[in-house]
């Protein structure tokens, strides 16, 4: 099974903030809080394809769980002012039954089948992007509570988050972590209808332009990861507009979309995708 970071919870008491770190090996049951030891998941395989992304959207920040600084197993925290133009690859773990129905650091009552997660020094709350880096994967999450602890981990993610993301069955994976500015979000979706139907089909006058401009949706040490996001862009698109194209110097698999007859159409399509987890960025070939 996997290893779980203690969590900390903040409860105000008149003017101090009170502190309180939860280890994940208390040396008795009495010790701690929480009635189990070690942390686990749920007894048999759980389907959260029907659990959707958390939605961004902009609140004011927790009043509980922001103090500018704390401290946990002796190393001191600094919570950010913001969250803006937060970006960080690493490794991310979850947790699971230990923490279910517990407070969460910012008050709420962690619920390992929501699409939340655990962060050390974003503000509470902040909604981010994580995103798998070996298979492609991505999710929405709501940053609502601190940790993970141990060295080398970057976020926590919720058994439902973690399971989409396919790190359930490892403990831990790596990922790319992108804080979501809630107002952009939300003038993306406003967009969306309209941005489908230009990204749904490239004409054949547009093919015709010869362009050289393409977007660049994956990129996989692993045939089997770059075979399933072409499959999953073929639903989008028509099969002429995707391609999968093996480098053999690098080893590595790439899967794109195009050609497209302008930057413009470029940014509609890249924008559509990024509302279903997949990240694009746009090149040029010779």
């Known amino acids: 099974m996997f290893s779980v970071s203690p969590k900390i919870h903040f409860i105000t008491l008149t003017s101090a903030v009170l502190l309180q770190a939860c280890s994940s090996t208390p040396t ?69 039954k230990k923490f279910h129905g517990h407070r969460t650091s910012n008050g709420e009552t962690y619920d390992m089948y929501a699409m939340t997660a655990a962060h050390k020094t974003l503000p509470l709350p902040t909604y981010v992007r994580v995103t798998h880096l070996e298979n492609g994967r991505s999710v929405i999450v709501k940053v609502n509570d601190r940790g993970p602890f141990h060295q080398g981990r970057i976020i926590d993610l919720s058994y439902s988050a973690a399971k989409k993301l396919g790190v359930t069955a490892t403990g831990t994976g790596k990922v790319k972590v992108v804080a979501i500015d809630p107002e952009t979000f939300q003038k993306n979706q406003s967009y969306q209808p309209k941005i489908k139907r230009a990204a749904a089909l490239t004409t054949k006058a547009q093919l015709q332009a010869k362009s050289k401009l393409y977007l660049q949706a994956g990129a996989f040490s692993d045939k089997t990861n770059a075979l399933q996001l072409q499959r999953r862009l073929i639903r989008i698109f028509s099969p002429q507009q995707i391609h999968s194209e093996f480098s053999a110097d690098q080893n590595i698999y790439r899967v794109r979309i195009g050609p497209l007859a302008s930057a413009d159409i470029a940014d509609k399509i890249s924008t559509q995708l990024l509302d279903k987890g997949i990240t694009t960025k746009k090149i040029t070939l010779d």
């Open 28 to 96: 008795s049951h009495s010790s701690s809080r929480y009635h189990v030891k070690q942390d686990y998941g749920p007894s048999k395989s759980v389907d959260v394809s029907h659990v959707k992304n958390a939605v961004p959207r902009t609140v004011p920040k927790s009043r509980y769980g922001n103090p500018k600084q704390y401290k946990v197993l002796g190393k001191w925290y600094s919570v950010r002012d913001s969250s803006k133009d937060y970006a960080e690859t690493g490794i991310a773990s979850w947790y699971g």
